[in-house]
């Protein structure tokens, strides 16, 4: 799913999507005032750094924690950022609404019947208590199977790896040429 938030000036923490369930594993967060994404720190601590530390960069950054994403600087009045995330609503109803479960004999899993189906035979055998190993051998491969048909979101990299300090980019990423 895509989710654009906007700035008011101050605001720089945003609730996750109600129908948020993870980020996918290479998604970024765009901003309409950077050229590139911003960086997402993956330690507490690197915030705190962050926040802490009096430095001025040319990159925005974001990390999540306490169910929302958390931006920094804040972003300026009618800035953007835009992300893909993972929604859990994996049902479509009847009336083609989504949900996060299924409640209705008319429901549809939005993903691939078969891929459930594997699914559930492997889970009931092993609740169960029986060999399970070959279907949940045939669920893995069948998924991994889908996800290499699915192109995903490829990343572009031009110019060279940015200058860092103390492991985080702030420089920017591009190359400079021209008389001084």
Same mark, same amino acid.
Not at 35 to 43: P, Y
Not at 91 to 106: I, Q, R
Not at 124 to 143: I, P, S
């Given at each position: ?18 129908? #948020? ?5 290479? *998604? ?10 911003? !960086? ?11 926040? %802490? ?7 925005? #950054? ?18 953007? %950022?835009?992300?893909?995330? %993972?929604?859990?609503?994996? %049902?479509?109803? *009847?009336? !083609? ?24 035979? #492997? ?8 060999? #399970? ?41 591009g190359t400079v040429t021209g008389a001084p």
């Open positions: 799913m895509l989710k654009t938030f906007t700035g008011d000036g101050t605001t720089a923490d945003f609730d996750l999507p109600d129908d #948020y369930e993870r980020m996918q594993q290479t *998604s970024s967060l765009w901003s309409s005032r950077w050229l590139w994404a911003t !960086n997402h720190l993956t330690s507490p601590d690197q915030w705190i750094e962050l926040q %802490v530390t009096p430095i001025a960069t040319v990159n925005g #950054y974001w990390i999540i924690f306490g169910d929302q994403f958390h931006q920094w600087p804040a972003m300026a009045n009618s800035e953007t %950022v835009k992300l893909f995330y %993972v929604s859990n609503e994996i %049902v479509k109803a *009847s009336n !083609n609404s989504l949900k996060p479960a299924f409640t209705e004999d008319a429901d549809t899993f939005r993903l691939s019947e078969r891929l459930l189906k594997l699914a559930i035979i #492997y889970r009931w055998k092993q609740n169960k208590g029986l060999a #399970y190993q070959q279907a949940q051998d045939d669920f893995e491969t069948l998924k991994l199977r889908m996800i290499d048909k699915d192109p995903g979101s490829k990343p572009v990299v031009s110019g060279l790896p940015p200058l860092s300090w103390r492991g985080r980019n702030v420089a920017w990423p």
